[in-house]
């Protein structure tokens, strides 16, 4: 997903603002893999079998870029989302381009200090290649700020995390690299995971479903 140094550089927010500075129209400038269409399975076992759009999941999205999951979203029905990214051209963007959707929120923030969020606020969280964006140099043994990043990261997740709640997390990156990450110090999860198909059978991405082991994780 392109060299040490560039994939080093997608943790910060100059990067985005410089690659979502050119965006044309409603066409998506990084659809960083798999659109929504595409997800729509995983979403039909993981989200659409236990949420109702009647319910209204409060379903926040982390690192949300120009993604077309959101609106995708919401044409099933589903209209308490919230969109964060900090990327603050994207979120200006956004936030114009679907204006007229009543029912999501584009917010500028950094998912690893979600302080306008309350605790156990979220029914339903949604990473799509953000954590993988942290993520650089040797998987055997990460580097001291990826480990810091996503740990800050997956903590924060795991606070404003209802404890009936679900964190989606769909990587493109091998489970057994991603796994230590996501089961950082000050998280207790229970982890299923899918197998993502791309459609060619040449590369396979994968799908998370997290939930709390118990309320005391909350």
Same mark, same amino acid.
């Given at each position: 997903? $392109?060299? #040490? @140094?560039?994939?080093?550089? &997608?943790?910060?927010?100059? =990067?985005?603002? +410089?690659?979502?500075?050119?965006?044309?129209?409603?066409?998506?400038?990084?659809?960083?893999?798999?659109?929504?269409?595409?997800?729509?399975?995983?979403?039909?076992?993981?989200?659409?079998?236990?949420?109702?759009?009647?319910?209204?999941?409060?379903?926040?999205?982390?690192?949300? $870029?120009? #993604? @077309?999951?959101?609106?995708? &979203?919401?044409?099933?029905? =589903?209209?308490? +989302?919230?969109?964060?990214?900090?990327?603050?051209?994207?979120?200006?963007?956004?936030?114009?381009?679907?204006?007229?959707?009543?029912?999501?929120?584009?917010?500028?923030?950094?998912?690893?200090?979600?302080?306008?969020?309350?605790?156990?606020?979220?029914?339903?969280?949604?990473?799509?290649?953000?954590?993988?964006?942290?993520?650089?140099?040797?998987?055997?043994?990460?580097?001291?700020?990826?480990?810091?990043?996503?740990?800050?990261?997956?903590?924060?997740?795991?606070?404003?995390?209802?404890?009936?709640?679900?964190?989606?997390?769909?990587?493109?990156?091998?489970?057994?690299?991603?796994?230590?990450?996501?089961?950082?110090?000050?998280?207790?999860?229970?982890?299923?995971?899918?197998?993502?198909?791309?459609?060619?059978?040449?590369?396979?991405?994968?799908?998370?479903?997290?939930?709390?082991?118990?309320?005391?994780?909350?």
């Amino acid at each position: 997903m $392109g060299s #040490s @140094d560039e994939n080093e550089r &997608l943790a910060h927010p100059e =990067f985005w603002d +410089q690659r979502y500075a050119q965006a044309e129209g409603d066409r998506p400038t990084h659809e960083w893999f798999r659109a929504f269409a595409e997800l729509e399975p995983f979403f039909d076992q993981r989200l659409f079998k236990s949420r109702t759009p009647d319910s209204n999941p409060k379903i926040l999205h982390l690192g949300s $870029g120009d #993604s @077309d999951v959101p609106v995708g &979203l919401w044409e099933k029905g =589903f209209k308490n +989302q919230l969109c964060v990214d900090f990327s603050a051209v994207i979120v200006d963007l956004m936030s114009k381009r679907h204006a007229s959707m009543e029912g999501i929120q584009w917010k500028f923030a950094d998912v690893r200090q979600l302080d306008d969020i309350p605790d156990m606020s979220i029914d339903v969280a949604f990473d799509k290649g953000t954590l993988d964006a942290m993520i650089h140099g040797s998987p055997w043994n990460p580097p001291d700020d990826v480990k810091d990043n996503t740990s800050r990261y997956i903590r924060e997740v795991n606070r404003v995390l209802k404890n009936d709640g679900v964190f989606l997390y769909v990587t493109y990156r091998q489970p057994h690299f991603v796994r230590p990450l996501l089961t950082c110090d000050g998280t207790d999860w229970n982890i299923e995971m899918d197998i993502l198909g791309d459609g060619a059978g040449s590369f396979a991405y994968h799908g998370f479903a997290l939930t709390k082991s118990s309320p005391s994780t909350g």
